[in-house]
């Protein structure tokens, strides 16, 4: 598992990016789908991490769409009311705009992009997690540990997807 992070910071202190990849054994679409379609199936593959989402108004996986998250984040158990920003299917990309919840204690605003890609001339492929964000204060901490929030739960539903896809493959079964 290859995982790359990096910082940037704008000209104001109180704004930042945070960006990482990870490699995941499952298609792009696949991944992609969990986000889009399927977002209430992510506290299965992350019961540990994610406690449930929940389509608080519209259409899974269609722009304007709201969200309610419920997840673990740093010991405690966190809620965000996200907007869906953009999705871009041929892209494998999903972005949510956080509208409300503890995240906005600390943030004027703050916004979650993944774009899933399938590798090239191999299986797998890498999802991109692009974080967005203005502090409210100097004193407020860059969100990397929500940034390994986000590889963990790469990583767990990368692992549910290929499990779910054991599960349905066919066997060849050899009669004694």
Same mark, same amino acid.
């Given at each position: 598992l290859k995982i790359s992070k990096k910082i940037m910071a704008e000209a104001s202190s109180l704004v930042g990016k945070l960006e990482t990849e990870v490699e995941i054994k499952a298609s792009a679409k696949k991944f992609h $789908?969990?986000?889009? @379609?399927?977002p209430h199936h992510v506290s299965k593959a992350t019961p540990d991490k994610i406690h449930g989402c929940e389509l608080h108004e519209g259409d899974w996986g269609?722009?304007?769409?709201i969200v309610i998250w419920k997840y673990v984040h740093d010991g405690k158990l966190t809620v965000g009311k996200n907007k869906i920003e953009a999705v871009d299917p041929e892209k494998n990309l999903?972005?949510?705009k956080v509208l409300e919840g503890d995240l906005m204690n600390e943030y004027k605003s703050f916004a979650f992009t &993944?774009?899933? #890609?399938?590798k090239q001339g191999e299986s797998g492929s890498i999802a991109h997690w692009h &974080? @967005?964000?203005?502090?409210?204060s100097e004193e407020?901490? $860059?969100? @990397? #540990?929500?940034?390994?929030?986000c590889v963990e739960i790469s990583k767990e539903i990368d692992e549910h997807l290929l499990a779910e896809e054991q599960k349905n493959t066919p066997r060849l079964c050899v009669g004694l």
């Open positions: $789908h969990m986000f889009t @379609e399927r269609k722009v304007g769409s999903i972005t949510f &993944l774009q899933v #890609t399938p &974080l @967005e964000y203005e502090k409210i407020v901490a $860059h969100p @990397e #540990t929500l940034l390994q929030f």
